[in-house]
């Protein structure tokens, strides 16, 4: 068994893990955005940094080389290069539960059609280098053709269930909290008559978090692999979040009226946004403000404005 760091490593996104067993088959856990990639991305196997990719594909292997990918959860950073995946040669399935297969959709479709306006923005230059950068980002980006050829091969798995995948292979996906369909990933392998576990944490959610399960208890394990972005913090909870977002409108909408602005860049903000909001007023921390106003989805993030 070998474990390479294809993404996410020292840093925070793109998400993304090869597990190599020893009869060649090839599992792909997570295939997420890099939101840092300046270049081809470069693997890290065992804890040590690899030599420079010379690959010439958008990936550091053969993208039709990968048996099975595995995905914890629908943010872009997990999952927004699963469409470049399939253009670039996969032909498997992508196994996540219910919940991340519906989300991921909408996500990779939003993602998609912002792609489309970048090239479209591109192709009104007349500039030459200019259209040499549109080049490389058709080559780089990926459209709603790529997205549906994605979700074409989505398997959607139930959670707690073991899933044989292959030859002495199970997965289970556990409860992460975090975001809906959020799982743990538990793999198990059997080589050469020996049993190893090996589990994936993805991104770990907080507990009695509105809407959201608790994340669940991971069993024993060999190997864990667990995301650390916040690893050296504590949460701090001197006011709860129904306090936090009152005070925020009191001083910006009604001790200086005027309006406030929220821009919710991903889908977990925006929900927990007005799951805190609707609780401040039915407590009524606060009184009913004057209005919301949206500004399209597909264009940028959404701007949700108060005013009183």
Same mark, same amino acid.
């Given at each position: 068994?070998?474990?390479?760091?294809?993404? *996410?490593?020292?840093?925070?996104?793109?998400?993304?893990?090869?597990?190599?067993?020893?009869?060649?088959?090839?599992?792909?856990?997570?295939?997420?955005?890099?939101?840092?990639?300046?270049?081809?991305?470069?693997?890290?196997?065992?804890?040590?940094? &690899?030599?420079?990719?010379?690959?010439?594909?958008?990936?550091?292997?053969?993208?039709?080389?990968?048996?099975? $990918?595995?995905?914890?959860?629908?943010?872009?950073?997990?999952?927004?290069? @699963?469409?470049?995946?399939?253009?670039?040669?996969?032909?498997?399935?992508? @196994?996540?539960?219910?919940?991340?297969?519906?989300?991921?959709?909408?996500?990779?479709?939003?993602? *998609?059609?912002?792609?489309?306006?970048?090239?479209?923005? @591109?192709?009104?230059?007349?500039?030459?280098?200019?259209?040499?950068?549109?080049?490389?980002?058709?080559?780089?980006?990926?459209?709603?053709?790529?997205?549906?050829?994605?979700?074409?091969?989505?398997?959607?798995?139930?959670?707690?269930?073991?899933?044989?995948? &292959?030859?002495?292979?199970? $997965?289970?996906? $556990?409860? *992460?909290?975090?975001?809906?369909? &959020?799982?743990?990933?538990?793999?198990? $392998?059997?080589?050469?008559?020996?049993?190893?576990?090996?589990?994936?944490?993805?991104?770990?959610?907080?507990?009695?978090?509105? @809407?959201?399960?608790?994340?669940?208890?991971?069993?024993?394990?060999?190997?864990?692999?667990?995301? #650390?972005?916040?690893?050296?913090?504590?949460?701090?909870?001197?006011?709860?979040?129904?306090?936090?977002?009152?005070?925020?409108?009191?001083?910006?909408?009604?001790?200086?009226?005027?309006?406030? #602005?929220?821009?919710?860049?991903?889908?977990?903000?925006?929900?927990?946004?007005?799951?805190?909001?609707?609780?401040?007023?039915?407590?009524?921390?606060?009184?009913?403000?004057?209005?919301?106003?949206?500004?399209?989805?597909?264009?940028?993030?959404?701007?949700?404005?108060?005013?009183?």
């Amino acid at each position: 068994m070998k474990l390479s760091f294809l993404g *996410a490593a020292r840093q925070v996104t793109g998400s993304m893990y090869l597990l190599e067993l020893e009869d060649d088959y090839r599992i792909l856990i997570d295939c997420g955005s890099d939101m840092e990639r300046s270049g081809p991305r470069e693997a890290s196997s065992n804890g040590q940094t &690899a030599p420079a990719v010379t690959h010439p594909g958008f990936f550091p292997f053969e993208a039709s080389s990968i048996n099975l $990918v595995l995905l914890t959860h629908a943010h872009v950073d997990h999952s927004g290069n @699963l469409p470049n995946l399939f253009r670039e040669g996969y032909e498997g399935q992508i @196994l996540c539960t219910e919940p991340t297969f519906a989300l991921t959709n909408v996500l990779l479709k939003d993602a *998609a059609s912002l792609n489309q306006k970048r090239i479209n923005e @591109l192709n009104a230059s007349k500039k030459q280098r200019v259209k040499d950068r549109q080049v490389q980002m058709q080559k780089d980006l990926f459209l709603d053709r790529q997205v549906r050829e994605t979700m074409e091969n989505v398997v959607p798995i139930g959670f707690n269930r073991k899933f044989r995948v &292959a030859d002495g292979v199970d $997965v289970t996906f $556990v409860p *992460a909290g975090h975001l809906l369909g &959020a799982a743990h990933i538990v793999i198990n $392998v059997t080589e050469n008559g020996e049993r190893k576990s090996i589990c994936f944490s993805g991104d770990i959610g907080r507990k009695n978090y509105p @809407l959201l399960v608790d994340p669940a208890t991971v069993p024993t394990v060999d190997y864990l692999v667990c995301e #650390s972005t916040y690893g050296n913090r504590l949460h701090e909870n001197t006011m709860s979040p129904e306090d936090a977002l009152a005070d925020i409108i009191q001083r910006t909408c009604i001790d200086i009226p005027g309006d406030s #602005s929220f821009h919710p860049l991903v889908l977990a903000v925006l929900r927990h946004f007005f799951t805190h909001l609707i609780d401040s007023i039915q407590n009524e921390i606060f009184r009913p403000f004057g209005f919301f106003r949206t500004v399209r989805w597909r264009l940028r993030a959404p701007k949700f404005i108060c005013s009183m």
